[in-house]
């Protein structure tokens, strides 16, 4: 069974600083690769999505992530954070279908003005 | 459309009650999930179906059932409440397709208590 890990649990950052969120997955075969996002009180929503072609996607607002085959390590970034970005970020991965994903433990941004 | 619904938003329990937590997609998603949300662990998968009919468990089944009998609904049914049931429950509903990657649209949650 795959697991994912999310090694930063809760992240604090001064406005306009930059992000990196780490995600690394244990599963040697073809993965889909997600980040989903929660702002306080609300469901999850989807950030951006890998499943092949250029490692490097682009997701909404701003952020981007890369996937590292040999690392099985699929990172988000933001160049410069805002206090709007506050939210619990998951990285998730399957495997084949849409309906069973598997989520790392979420990682807390505290932005701070 | 209205995406994923579900219902109740909030529900308290007693031990050993039972109840039924609603989802709903007007999407015709043929996928549709349920996660459990509880702090530091972040999502865990009760139960998933891929179609009407259809249903399999997840990583933490104990305590649930579920049931698809429409494409629309997939209501989730907790036999004995217990309270390591207290959790934030979220349905999820995805479409298939051999083209792309599939994401998943979630629910509001329903924030469930058992005391």
């Known amino acids: 069974a795959q697991s994912v890990s999310q090694h930063n649990h809760h992240v604090i950052l001064s406005e306009a600083a930059s992000l990196e969120l780490g995600c ?12 989903y996002v929660q702002y306080p009180g609300q469901h999850l929503q989807l950030l951006l999505k890998y499943f ?11 952020f981007e992530a890369e996937f590292i085959k040999s690392k099985f390590s699929f990172n988000l970034r933001k160049p410069s954070v805002q206090w709007s970005d506050t939210a619990e970020y998951f990285c998730a991965v399957n495997t084949g279908t849409a309906s069973k994903l598997t989520f790392g433990t979420g990682t807390r941004l505290q932005v701070t003005l | 459309n209205a995406g994923v619904t579900q219902t109740p938003k909030f529900q308290v329990l007693k031990t050993g009650q039972s109840m039924t937590l609603q989802c709903a997609q007007d999407m015709n998603h043929e996928y549709m999930s349920w996660y459990r949300q509880d702090p530091g662990m972040g999502l865990r998968l009760i139960h998933y179906s891929v179609g009407a009919g259809i249903t399999d468990q997840g990583e933490v089944p104990n305590g649930y059932n579920v049931s698809r009998s429409t494409t629309e609904d997939f209501p989730l049914r907790l036999l004995s409440a ?12 995805s479409y298939s397709s051999v083209l792309e ?13 058992v005391v």
Do not use: M
């Open chain 1, 24 to 35: 690394n997955y244990s599963y040697g075969g073809t993965v889909n690769l997600f980040w």
């Open chain 2, 82 to 93: 217990a309270p390591s049931q207290t959790s934030v429950y979220f349905c999820a509903s």
């Open chain 1, 52 to 62: 092949s072609g250029d490692p490097l996607v682009k997701g909404i607002k701003g």
């Open chain 2, 101 to 113: 990657v599939t994401e998943a649209f979630f629910g509001q949650g329903t924030r469930l208590t």
